[in-house]
């Protein structure tokens, strides 16, 4: 989801600026006692679903709709929104505008809650490290902590939350960045864990977002002492810009750490990263696709790291891309292969599902199903649903399976924001409707179940 910045000279509609008042509605009702979030006083109870169950929903015959828990309270008012999902052990953490959940999903077909922390911003986008959970806070708030509530907003970046305590997360800190975090990604060296944050801007008059910014943040966060987080470095990877009406920062970078490279979607560009010094990343090729592409939003290598998938979020989120009358290369994938040390552009992939007109629907948080041999990946596609596709043949990608509700019956975005594979299962963070879990047994995704992770977060890849 990106919020109104400048794109190639033009402003791009703000899907949530009505989420902004209601959240500061929100935050000033929280009672502003100690510094400390508090989880919800009872696990919230969880329903398991099916399609038959959905209204309008459909899935291709080799995904089964297994589970859904819907948002329950603290985190289910109008403009709480599920965001980015993380998972670690038996775990799952499911962001959201209102603060962020984790559930227990040692049995994925009946995951349950096991904890909700009030902590309003948007979009909260999560990562999981050890015994640290880490928010991106999008939005200026009057301070850094959870019930920061009154005084001038000029405050927004990461919050930090030991989450040892499963059922009591912890705040334990937090860092102010220029232009706030839109999301982030860590990139864990030893004792020391840097965290890339990615934030659009500028914002003309801001007192958080001043003009020019093509800033990639890099934070330092000592693993002993995440109280102690800094930014370390501001490294810029757009020096022609400094006077450009281009200039935006970065929306998404994904690092994968093994290969000491990152592929970074910076809204007009894509970009492929030298990160062997992880605190001076080094720009090794920069992509541009003014044809076809708005804005560059996320990116994911293939296991080998010889391909990347950049997605364009035509619209920001809020609009409808997946109509007879939007092309099949815009709103969608393109797929590169890296070759000689360069990216070479073999294709295009949009779902083959044609959507209603008033169903936002557009390429947007994905992740590889890991099977050996095979390039697949699973991916939201807000209300197109989720689609899981094969770009082995990166000249012709195709869909092998989806989940697609029906449209939402009210105004506004919905669908799924996330959606990844994890340890046999599909988890999808529904803005509206929920946590889904979903299962395809398919003869090219069964290998995938025999890879086990230990923990994920989608923007730090690792090799399976």
């Not at 399609?51 to 819907?70: C, D, I, K, L, Y």
């Not at 599920?82 to 052990?89: E, K, S």
């Not at 509700?405 to 996330?418: E, L, Q």
């Amino acid at each position: 989801m990106s919020r109104g910045t400048k794109v190639r000279g033009t402003t791009l509609r703000a899907a949530l600026v009505s989420a902004v008042l209601v959240l500061a509605s929100a935050c000033a009702a929280a009672p502003a006692a100690e510094p400390e979030a508090a989880p919800s006083a009872e696990p919230a109870p969880a329903t398991t679903g099916s399609p038959e169950e959905e209204s309008g929903a459909q899935t291709s015959p080799n995904v089964r709709h297994v589970a859904n828990v819907p948002r329950t309270a603290p985190l289910n008012g109008e403009e709480d929104f599920n965001t980015d999902l993380a998972f670690q052990g038996d775990y799952a953490y499911v962001g959201n505008f209102g603060g962020f959940a984790i559930y227990d999903i040692g049995d994925p077909e009946k995951p349950r809650v096991v904890s909700q922390v009030s902590c309003p911003a948007q979009q909260n986008d999560v990562t999981i490290h050890g015994d640290l959970l880490i928010l991106s806070i999008d939005e200026p708030r009057a301070g850094p902590e959870c019930d920061a509530a009154d005084g001038p907003r000029a405050w927004e970046g990461l919050r930090i939350f030991d989450v040892s305590d499963k059922r009591s997360p912890r705040y334990v800190g937090a860092v102010q960045t220029e232009c706030g975090s839109h999301t982030h990604t860590m990139v864990p060296a030893g004792e020391t864990l840097y965290v890339y944050v990615s934030s659009p801007g500028p914002e003309p008059g801001s007192p958080t977002c001043p003009s020019p910014h093509e800033l990639l943040q890099i934070v330092e966060v000592p693993l002993a002492a995440p109280e102690n987080a800094k930014v370390v470095a501001k490294p810029n990877l757009f020096p022609d810009r400094a006077t450009s009406d281009l200039d935006s920062g970065c929306h998404d970078i994904t690092a994968y750490p093994e290969k000491k490279v990152a592929a970074a979607a910076c809204f007009g560009d894509g970009m492929l990263l030298d990160i062997s010094d992880p605190v001076n990343p080094r720009v090794l090729q920069e992509l541009t696709d003014t044809e076809n592409f708005q804005i560059w939003h996320s990116a994911t290598f293939n296991n080998e790291g010889t391909k990347v998938v950049f997605g364009d979020e035509l619209g920001g989120g809020s609009q409808a891309t997946c109509d007879r009358n939007t092309p099949q290369t815009k709103g969608a994938n393109a797929i590169y292969d890296l070759v000689d040390g360069r990216l070479e552009k073999r294709g295009y992939f949009k779902i083959p599902r044609e959507q209603q007109q008033n169903e936002n629907c557009v390429a947007h948080n994905g992740s590889l199903i890991p099977v050996p041999g095979k390039d697949v990946m699973v991916q939201s596609w807000y209300q197109g649903g989720v689609s899981i596709w094969d770009f082995t043949d990166s000249a012709a990608p195709k869909e092998i399976g989806f989940f697609d509700r029906g449209p939402f019956p009210g105004d506004g975005i919905a669908g799924t924001w996330s959606a990844y594979y994890y340890n046999g299962y599909i988890y999808s963070s529904d803005i509206r409707a929920g946590l889904d879990v979903l299962k395809i047994d398919d003869p090219l995704t069964d290998p995938a179940a025999k890879v086990k992770m230990d923990d994920f977060n989608v923007q730090t890849q690792q090799s399976y």
